[in-house]
């Protein structure tokens, strides 16, 4: 009786684990059909002519039973298919719209009050003979372009599906399970597409946001929930996003392409100033005005913002800006960048790794044997053309294309970094050593951690301060000598799903927490309504103010921001005294 007890709760355990895996692993329905009813044959065949032999013939039907749900799970892998515009079944169609190279039709949101037109070409593909070459523009077409699913996300090393999932599981709380969604996304060096979101209807000269997706310059898509644009084109704003070149396709350096084209190492920066251009000759046609364009970016994205707020050739191409969890206006940007020397040092010793002579060479390998190298080139490059000098230098001499600027970070920056490398009392000194050097004794005198608790979150502030904050006080005063008006915020507010960490505001600044999610409560979505609002207006005139909204001061002495976390409120920067020892060890000038 035990036996036969401990036989069905160890069945019931390692199917529940196959249907998980299943479910997880975003396989087809027919995997489904299979896996039941490969359990009713195994069970039948178990429990008639297998129970009562020897224990190796059990074993072998053991075996057996998960040799083939392995071959289940292969034969129904779910496929590669492009992700569509909408989620809803059979949407409709929007009228035409000419664009400079063809005309094109978008898709309807359900209610009908939002056109999206997701995988407009905005340059040439950069395969072939065009890789590491600037963007190009793309070939012109007659017949009407259906633009109704979006383009393949740029070229990056890919996770298996169920490893996706449980990073949603354990990092964003909010799987759901779902018969829609089995299978993967499409990755390809064929990227260069944009994606508007504009209010149904003949509009005209509405605000244009622009937004830049992060991802550490390594990973990423456009068509991310999170950001996606219905929330601005319901309040009468058309967003615009894009894919660009990522990893070692979008920012490799090499001395032969620096001397044919006279730049290299930014080819996803130039993928960006060329969407930026395609919207200036071409939003007009969707009802937007190409003489009201704000730029965005999070994460590597405000990275790239930042670096089109001082590049030549994105002048002229946008009005304002908008930064979220990251610059590189410090005089040492503590990641995402690096000096033309250090950028064709990496490059020779990558045509070594693989045999190669010349960028020439390295076109001909497949892209899927050095898309891992972009653990080693994801960096921004002081190139002399995109960027004639690093931003702090250029901003210091007074160079900037935008006319306002709105930029903040969130309390737990440091959150998804560390999850692995939380400190304690036994390793929290040396890390502070190894990240202040000489001035470290002055940092542990701020930051004085009694006990493992206290070092742990001592750690995570300082992490945060040192790779995300600092950058912002640092843009936020150069900002200030160039008379620009500057809001700053500072994003505090919990909630079940990404909290206060990193990216975590995103879903609030677009307007789009899911409207049947748990994991945000009533505030949550008031808060929202707050940040988008703030946004919006700062979208459409510079100026994120108005008169329902609690009065955002201009930072004009670097010291006083915006909260938005359990109240909205003017506070004072949080982290002056160890910003002042960091101004000491990078000879910050002001």
Not at 262 to 279: E, M
Not at 321 to 338: D, F, G, K, M, N
Not at 412 to 431: L, T
Not at 491 to 510: D, I
């Amino acid at each position: 009786m035990i036996m036969k007890v401990l036989f069905w709760i160890f069945f019931v355990l390692l199917n529940c684990l196959f249907t998980a895996v299943l479910e997880l692993n975003k396989n087809t329905m027919p995997g489904w059909v299979m896996l039941v009813t490969w359990i009713i044959v195994w069970l039948l065949f178990y429990r008639r002519r297998v129970v009562h032999m020897q224990w190796f013939v059990k074993g072998l039907a053991w075996i057996s039973y998960i040799g083939v749900f392995a071959l289940i799970l292969r034969l129904t892998w779910p496929p590669v298919r492009a992700v569509p515009a909408v989620n809803h079944k059979n949407p409709v169609s929007t009228d035409v719209y000419e664009t400079q190279y063809g005309p094109v039709s978008g898709v309807f949101s359900q209610d009908q009050s939002i056109e999206v037109f997701a995988g407009i070409p905005y340059a040439a593909p950069p395969v072939d003979e065009l890789r590491w070459k600037a963007p190009q523009d793309p070939e012109s077409w007659t017949e009407v372009r259906v633009c109704d699913h979006f383009a393949p996300m740029s070229m990056q090393s890919t996770n298996l599906p169920i490893y996706n999932s449980l990073a949603q599981i354990i990092g964003c709380h909010d799987y759901q399970i779902s018969l829609h969604d089995n299978y993967r996304e499409p990755v390809s060096e064929d990227s260069l597409y944009l994606n508007i979101w504009k209010p149904a209807g003949d509009v005209k000269d509405c605000p244009v946001a622009v937004y830049i997706h992060g991802g550490s310059l390594q990973t990423g898509q456009p068509w991310y929930a999170d950001y996606s644009g219905e929330g601005y084109a319901k309040d009468g704003v058309i967003c615009v996003n894009m894919g660009y070149r990522l990893g070692v396709f979008g920012f490799l350096a090499d001395e032969q392409a620096l001397k044919e084209d006279g730049t290299s190492g930014n080819y996803g920066l130039l993928d960006q100033i060329k969407a930026l251009q395609w919207v200036k000759d071409n939003i007009a046609s969707f009802g937007g005005d190409p003489d009201n364009v704000t730029v965005i970016g999070e994460s590597a994205g405000a990275v790239c913002v930042d670096a089109l707020c001082v590049s030549p050739l994105a002048s002229g191409l946008f009005d304002r800006a908008i930064l979220e969890s990251s610059t590189v206006s410090s005089v040492q940007p503590p990641h995402s960048y690096r000096t033309l020397e250090e950028a064709l040092a990496s490059s020779k010793e990558l045509l070594a790794r693989y045999n190669c002579a010349s960028l020439d060479d390295l076109r001909k390998i497949p892209a899927e044997q050095i898309v891992g190298e972009q653990e080693t080139q994801h960096h921004v490059t002081i190139d002399g053309t995109v960027l004639p000098d690093s931003p702090y230098a250029l901003r210091r001499s007074g160079v900037h294309n935008e006319s306002a600027l709105l930029h903040g970070f969130n309390t737990e920056e440091s959150g998804p970094f560390i999850i692995f490398s939380h400190a304690s009392m036994k390793n929290y000194k040396d890390r502070i050593r190894t990240f202040f050097g000489e001035y470290a004794d002055e940092v542990l005198a701020l930051y004085p951690a009694k006990n493992d608790i206290e070092a742990d979150r001592y750690w995570a502030q300082i992490y945060g301060a040192v790779f995300f904050n600092y950058s912002h006080y640092c843009l936020n005063r150069l900002a200030v000598e160039s008379d620009i008006p500057v809001y700053e915020y500072l994003f505090s507010k919990h909630n079940g799903r990404l909290s206060s960490w990193h990216s975590g505001e995103m879903v609030y600044t677009f307007g789009v927490i899911p409207e049947g999610s748990k994991l945000y409560d009533a505030y949550d979505r008031q808060l929202s309504d707050i940040m988008h609002a703030y946004w919006v207006r700062f979208v459409t005139d510079g100026d994120p103010n108005s008169p329902d909204l609690p009065l955002w001061q201009v930072n004009t002495d670097s010291q006083r921001m915006m909260e938005f976390g359990d109240e909205v409120r003017m506070i004072h920067e949080p982290y002056l005294k160890l910003y002042e020892i960091m101004d000491r060890m990078q000879g910050f000038e002001s």
